[in-house]
């Protein structure tokens, strides 16, 4: 299957010249996953909501000042699983397609994922969600969720009340939301000094609940079918029998990266933020990775998936960078963390942790081997 039966010519675009606050109406009003910007009606880069929660650009700022104009580039007679792979490795939910030189349309996430749904079926959410979690309490204010959200690149936090059990759901996109409405009323003069008491708002009062669950034995098929329904980018995980646990989260990129696992000898190393990379390479860091594993035999790795992500703080102008290591195995997920200044370093410190979490499971039955079931469904579109 080739993007071509996937894209579409439909999306919605703004001028470079438009003021950054319009941007956020265009998000509140109709709820796009990202933006195209063009100049003059050339190509000019694409803006998502999570963009603009990060930023501290002012409203008054241009378009052209956030756009990422090094999103992938997707051509429209490419495959869907380097498609898939193009976005996840781009931290992006939307893609602009071009016919040679010329922007025809754009390719989103969800499309991918409608096109190939029946072909989840053969996956079990276990298989492919996050089991590392970072979640809130229900009286931490809105400043430290949004704090949490950047630090650790991630779109969703759960809630937990004081027992620790499952309570509510704050995402990027109710707080660019809820910051568009308070500017709003603010405009409006209905109440002033909103903004600066927002940050210190609880997020009970403004998170989701109850909150959409799935368990890991149930299939990604119904996973997704389950987010498209209600409406949300991902689920909590929760044991079986047990909805007020958090066991980890399913999100569609969580969905998406399993479309570009390979059946091939070598390992399949997919890096998010790719462009976050500066002494390493991608080819560094698969072999590192192979080196680990190579040690312990008994562990077969299906796919390994590195995360980048970059912190204001420098040091001789190389900045500090947050490295996350995670092995998809036949004993389950592995993870490994690490800091560091520029991206060989951090990787370098995250490949140290993951080495000796790899070395604690030593002795942990092994969990039944990924057949590629999904890889030989997906061939046959």
């Known amino acids: 299957?080739?993007?071509?039966?996937?894209?579409?010519?439909?999306?919605?675009?703004?001028?470079?010249?438009?003021?950054?606050?319009?941007?956020?109406?265009?998000?509140?009003?109709?709820?796009?996953?990202?933006?195209?910007?063009?100049?003059?009606?050339?190509?000019?880069?694409?803006?998502?909501?999570?963009?603009?929660?990060?930023?501290?650009?002012?409203?008054?700022?241009?378009?052209?000042?956030?756009?990422?104009?090094?999103?992938?580039?997707?051509?429209?007679?490419?495959?869907?699983?380097?498609?898939?792979?193009?976005?996840?490795?781009?931290?992006?939910?939307?893609?602009?397609?071009?016919?040679?030189?010329?922007?025809?349309?754009?390719?989103?996430?969800?499309?991918?994922?409608?096109?190939?749904?029946?072909?989840?079926?053969?996956?079990?959410?276990?298989?492919?969600?996050?089991?590392?979690?970072?979640?809130?309490?229900e009286d931490d204010h809105l400043g430290k969720a949004i704090n949490y959200l950047r630090e650790n690149d991630i779109s969703r936090l759960p809630v937990?009340?004081?027992?620790?059990?499952?309570?509510?759901?704050?995402?990027?996109?109710?707080?660019?939301?809820?910051?568009?409405?308070?500017?709003?009323?603010?405009?409006?003069?209905?109440?002033?000094?909103?903004?600066?008491?927002?940050?210190d708002l609880p997020v009970y009062d403004m998170m989701n609940a109850p909150v959409e669950t799935i368990t890991g034995e149930e299939t990604v098929k119904t996973a997704v079918e389950r987010m498209f329904e209600s409406g949300y980018a991902g689920l909590v995980v929760t044991p079986d029998g047990d909805d007020t646990s958090v066991a980890g989260i399913l999100t569609k990129t969580d969905v998406l990266r399993a479309l570009t696992f390979t059946e091939e000898q070598s390992m399949d190393v997919q890096i998010t933020n790719i462009d976050f990379l500066d002494t390493v390479s991608r080819s560094d860091i698969q072999d590192a990775i192979a080196e680990v594993v190579d040690k312990y035999q008994d562990m077969q790795v299906h796919h390994a998936h590195v995360r980048l992500s970059e912190h204001k703080e420098r040091l001789r102008g190389t900045p500090l960078i947050h490295a996350q290591i995670r092995l998809r195995t036949n004993r389950g997920q592995i993870a490994g963390t690490g800091e560091g200044y520029g991206s060989d370093t951090a990787f370098r410190v995250a490949l140290d942790k993951l080495e000796r979490n790899v070395l604690e499971l030593k002795g942990i039955r092994a969990d039944k081997e990924y057949e590629g079931q999904l890889l030989r469904k997906l061939d046959e579109l």
């Open 1 to 137: 299957m080739n993007i071509a039966d996937i894209a579409t010519d439909e999306f919605v675009q703004v001028d470079s010249d438009e003021r950054l606050g319009k941007v956020r109406s265009v998000f509140e009003r109709e709820n796009p996953k990202g933006i195209v910007v063009t100049d003059e009606e050339e190509y000019a880069g694409v803006i998502t909501e999570r963009q603009l929660l990060q930023s501290h650009i002012e409203d008054d700022a241009k378009a052209n000042v956030l756009a990422r104009s090094n999103v992938p580039r997707i051509g429209r007679d490419e495959d869907v699983r380097d498609v898939a792979r193009m976005l996840v490795e781009g931290g992006t939910k939307v893609a602009p397609v071009f016919e040679g030189e010329t922007l025809w349309g754009i390719v989103t996430e969800d499309a991918i994922l409608e096109a190939v749904l029946e072909n989840l079926e053969v996956l079990t959410v276990d298989q492919i969600y996050t089991d590392s979690v970072v979640t809130l309490q």
């Open 160 to 199: 937990v009340n004081e027992n620790g059990r499952l309570a509510g759901m704050v995402t990027t996109h109710d707080i660019a939301d809820f910051a568009v409405r308070t500017m709003e009323r603010q405009q409006k003069g209905d109440r002033s000094g909103d903004t600066d008491r927002m940050l």
